[in-house]
């Protein structure tokens, strides 16, 4: 079963940041936080991950409670071809380390 | 395009047939995983090579489905004896092993059963 737990869906308003929540407080220590996306019909695209520290790319920043036990992730403008189905996994470490998704949240940029 | 390519990318197939994807991984990865994913559904985990070995398998991965990675490199799934239920999106991901590294997926093998 996932780890985590996240809203089913989020709208936000083109061009203005959209702040994804995710709860993770079952998380070991040296258990990774990551986000992925879905846009319909394709596979998972990669966004971010983190341990512990905050973390910023180019697609989004990744913020990491200091218990982290939740995260947000940030775009920071949001456009049109952002709406996906956002997944934050807490991924097992250790044989495999397989991602284990749940449902994720279906965000909708609105514009 | 992450660099893992599926084939084919589509298929419809009769119930009772068998069918066959392939998935070519990033070239330096080592691991290799497939997935599957159902309407409304996020992707679920049915199997794991590391190299050319299989490690891990879900109890999803009935005695119907069979995955090879013969030289470490591609790998295939195949589906003998198809089932409605088996249509799906079927993914492969790829990653090295490092603790920490990134899994990139491909973009998925449409399977639908009629």
């Known amino acids: 079963d996932a780890k985590t737990t996240q809203p089913p869906s989020m709208d936000c308003a083109e061009g203005r940041a959209a702040n994804l929540p995710c709860n993770h407080s079952?998380?070991?220590?040296?258990?990774?936080v990551y986000w992925y996306r879905q846009i319909h019909s394709q596979g998972p695209q990669y966004i971010i991950h983190?341990?512990?520290n905050n973390e910023t790319n180019e697609m989004a920043s990744l913020i990491i409670t200091e218990d982290r036990k939740s995260s947000t992730l940030i775009l920071p403008h949001a456009t049109l071809r952002d709406t996906a189905v956002y997944y934050c996994?807490?991924?097992?470490?250790?044989?495999?380390?397989?991602?284990?998704f749940g449902k994720g949240t279906k965000l909708t940029v609105n514009p | 395009d992450t660099g893992v390519s599926q084939d084919p990318r589509h298929k419809i197939t009769k119930r009772g047939q068998n069918v066959t994807f392939r998935c070519d991984p990033i070239?330096?990865?080592?691991?290799l995983y497939w997935y599957r994913q159902t309407l409304g559904q996020g992707p679920e985990f049915l199997t794991y090579?590391?190299?050319?070995?299989?490690?891990?398998k879900s109890r999803l991965l009935s005695d119907r489905f069979s995955a090879e990675r013969p030289k470490g490199s591609f790998s295939t799934l195949e589906i003998q004896r198809t089932e409605q239920g088996d249509s799906a999106m079927y993914l492969c991901?790829?990653?090295?092993?490092?603790?920490?590294?990134?899994?990139?997926f491909g973009e998925g093998s449409w399977l639908t059963v009629v």
């Open positions: 996994i807490v991924r097992i470490q250790g044989g495999s380390e397989k991602l284990v």
């Open positions: 070239s330096e990865h080592n691991r």
């Open positions: 079952t998380i070991s220590g040296n258990e990774y």
């Open positions: 991901a790829s990653g090295v092993q490092v603790s920490g590294n990134t899994i990139y």
């Open positions: 983190g341990l512990k």
């Open positions: 090579f590391q190299n050319e070995a299989q490690l891990e």
